[in-house]
């Protein structure tokens, strides 16, 4: 998966298979946060100016953050409810 684009939950896969596939894009997700938090709090420790450049790299990095987490949560929803169909 591209990091910065999204990954739409397919449905039409077995709910074990999606379960995977999210614990996959989680972990994934987890991996990418945490260089994030690192690499921000690296420059912020800095004491050098931040370019404008890194400015808006903090910003494209943080809107993806926020989105993909959405992304997330929408997919475990969805295996949820999935889930909650079937064994009811």
């Known amino acids: 998966?591209?990091?910065?684009?999204?990954?739409?939950?397919?449905?039409?896969?077995?709910?074990?298979?999606?379960?995977?596939k999210m614990a996959d894009d989680l972990a994934e997700f987890n991996c990418?946060?945490?260089?994030?938090?690192?690499?921000?709090?690296?420059?912020?420790?800095?004491?050098?100016?931040?370019g404008e450049e890194v400015i808006q790299g903090a910003k494209h990095c943080s809107a993806f953050i926020l989105a993909r987490a959405q992304e997330l949560k929408h997919s475990m929803d969805q295996v949820r409810d999935q889930y909650l169909a079937e064994h009811h």
Not at 2 to 20: K, R, V
Request: aromatic share 6%; hydrophobic share 45%; proline share 8%.
């Open 32 to 50: 990418v946060n945490a260089f994030l938090c690192s690499a921000l709090s690296a420059v912020m420790s800095s004491h050098e100016p931040l």
């Open 1 to 20: 998966m591209n990091l910065f684009e999204s990954g739409e939950p397919d449905t039409q896969l077995p709910l074990a298979q999606q379960m995977i």
